[in-house]
């Protein structure tokens, strides 16, 4: 294991030393976990933030306050425009995602694209915790690529990592993580877009679990990777 943990923060420190802003979204998931430790052990100088769509399950909270508690890298959190938020329920309803999958995906547009995109402005480069295996979706990625949607360079520093490796670390460096995994809830959202999944299902298989896989993105990571030449 130690080999895979020399080789993420090489990634970050890799990351550090091409780009002049390096940040991290913390979506508060076990991989995200492994990566707050990571960062905070090795006191790499990466911002770390996390977005609060207002549908979060109560343990995603417990879990934000406990990564306060325990680690001295601050996580500053991003809420959707209120009017935004107004104007979707006016149109859709509370549960408008429900209805279409573009109802869904304009939810998450409101939610999570918009303040991600404010939670991006102003650096270079951003972190994520995805993984190769996660989805169908994800399986084109690279750890290192041009982010088009965003414009700025996106590194995946645990893409080779498996499910095992993630919660081999969990487990070994006692990384606080949130409970509703231990309810067989792998794969983690919003409350009322995520379910349980059961035994044989696919991991994200409880995430929007009435579309299609391959329209199971929320719009955070849909760019197709084009991998940059650096100077
Ligand atoms: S996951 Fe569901 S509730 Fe959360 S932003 Fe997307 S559609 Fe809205």
């Not at 895979?4 to 091409?18: G, M, W």
């Not at 977005?51 to 809420?79: A, C, E, H, I, W």
């Not at 009322?192 to 409880?206: H, K, V, Y």
């Amino acid at each position: 294991m130690q080999e895979q943990i020399d080789q993420v923060v090489s990634v970050l420190q890799e990351a550090l030393r091409d780009y002049s802003s390096v940040c991290f979204a913390n979506s508060l998931g076990a991989e995200d976990m492994v990566l707050t430790d990571i960062i905070a052990k090795n006191q790499l100088n990466i911002a770390m933030f996390s977005l609060d769509t207002g549908r979060l399950p109560q343990p995603t909270y417990d879990l934000m306050q406990q990564l306060n508690d325990r680690y001295s890298v601050p996580l500053k959190v991003y809420f959707p425009d209120n009017s935004s938020v107004e104007r979707y329920v006016e149109q859709h309803g509370i549960n408008g995602f429900y209805d279409s999958i573009d109802a869904r995906k304009g939810c998450c547009f409101v939610r999570k694209v918009e303040p991600l995109r404010r939670a991006l402005r102003g650096n270079k480069a951003w972190v994520t915790g995805l993984r190769r295996d996660q989805a169908v979706t994800r399986g084109g990625l690279e750890i290192s690529s041009h982010d088009a949607d965003f414009g700025m360079q996106k590194f995946n520093p645990l893409l080779e990592w498996s499910n095992k490796d993630v919660w081999a670390y969990i487990r070994k460096y006692d990384v606080p993580y949130n409970k509703l995994h231990d309810q067989f809830y792998p794969s983690l959202g919003c409350a009322p877009c995520t379910r349980s999944i059961s035994l044989g299902e696919d991991i994200r298989a409880g995430r929007w679990w009435w579309e299609n896989p391959e329209d199971k993105e929320c719009g955070l990571h849909v760019a197709k990777p084009m991998l940059l030449k650096r100077a």
